[in-house]
Nanobody, 115 residues
């Protein structure tokens, strides 16, 4: 059974940084495309960043230049380094894995950016 567990969320002041981690188990992690998404109440979940293989990455326009996604296949972990955080980055952040035709989601971690 695939399990994704996020950590690293919290409360930070605007301009600050956080690093989110997502540890995967039960999947061939190196073959799994990973991504981070976020959701605020009343809005659709949106894609923040994704990584395919070891180095092919993509970002939402709203986070380009501020967020960095990376992965460590030896640790079955994907990271999201978030710098220059803004109040509008406040959301629950979810880790997602995609392998073949299956998607897997973590439980989410809250990120709150105060102004």
């Amino acid at each position: 059974q695939v399990q994704l567990v996020e950590s690293g969320g919290g409360l930070v002041q605007a301009g600050g940084s956080l690093r989110l981690s997502c540890v995967a188990s039960g999947t061939r992690f190196s073959l799994t495309s990973m991504s981070w998404h976020r959701q605020v109440p009343g809005k659709q979940r949106e894609l923040v960043a994704g990584i395919i293989g070891s180095s092919k990455t993509m970002y939402a326009d709203s986070v380009k230049g501020r967020f960095t996604i990376s992965r460590d296949n030896a640790k079955n972990t994907v990271y999201l380094q978030m710098n220059s955080l803004k109040p509008e980055d406040t959301a629950v952040y979810y880790c997602k894995g995609h392998l073949s035709t299956s998607d897997f989601w973590g439980q989410g971690t809250q990120v709150t950016v105060s102004s």
